[in-house]
């Protein structure tokens, strides 16, 4: 079966502008979460979506915002772009909201903002 | 809220030597805590996790992690180190199953031949 994916896997940006960041899940997952990995530092958890609807939210701005669709799969969109959003970002997916924690991770799509 | 500390961004052992990752958690009831491993240029992927079910969790790649709650601690260990284990180590916590995971620093593994 198919990981988690995501894409596009690298870009580049310059500021002001916006971008969409794509993750599609395991199949048969349905929780869907987003993170934020900047150079050298862990995981920052952005956003958890599960069947829809957003399950909780981390400490970002409101450029940031989420959706998830009805087939699971999941967009990232961060407008207005800082050279501070520089980072990967990181896709996972569980089975259901109630996770445990285990989270399977997609590879990432690592932006560039210039 | 819930935090995650590792001590010593970089850790480096010789092949064959035992490795020691440390993480120590805050949390006033004991939560859920992970060990995720990263190779460069990939995800992140679960090493263990424990649940409260026992102290002394096995993984996989021969990994293993002993929580103490006096302590706070949930330490990772392998009795022999090998070239492949060579990665960026996350220990991790969330406070309830529904709970957002919360990623510690990191800590940069090298392995010396």
């Known amino acids: 079966d198919a990981g988690v994916t995501q894409s596009p896997t690298h870009l580049i940006k310059t500021r002001g502008q916006q971008v969409t960041l794509r993750c599609s899940p395991i199949?048969?997952?349905?929780?869907v979460s987003w993170y934020q990995q900047v150079l050298g530092q862990g995981p920052q958890f952005i956003f958890q979506?599960?069947?829809?609807?957003?399950?909780g939210r981390g400490n970002f701005p409101d450029r940031f915002s989420a959706r998830q669709f009805p087939n699971y799969s999941s967009e990232l969109n961060v407008n207005a772009l800082l050279l501070g959003d520089s980072a990967l970002y990181l896709c996972?997916?569980?089975?259901?909201?109630?996770?445990?924690?285990?989270?399977?991770f997609g590879e990432g799509s690592r932006l560039t903002v210039l | 809220a819930q935090s995650v500390t590792q001590l010593g961004s970089h850790v480096s052992v010789s092949e064959g030597a035992l490795v020691l990752l440390r993480c120590n958690y805050s949390s006033s009831v004991p939560p859920y805590l992970f060990w995720y491993v990263q190779y460069p240029n990939q995800g992140l992927q679960l090493l263990l996790k424990y649940t409260s079910a026992a102290t002394l969790v096995k993984g996989i790649n021969g990994f293993e992690a002993e929580f103490k709650k006096s302590e706070t601690s949930f330490h990772l260990t392998k009795p022999s180190a090998h070239m492949s284990d060579a990665a960026e180590y996350f220990c991790a916590v969330t406070k309830t199953s529904y709970d957002k995971v919360i990623f510690g620093p990191g800590t940069s593994l090298s392995v010396i031949p």
């Open positions: 996972a997916s569980s089975r259901t909201a109630e996770n445990g924690g285990e989270l399977f």
């Open positions: 979506y599960y069947e829809k609807e957003e399950r």
């Open positions: 199949s048969g997952h349905k929780s």
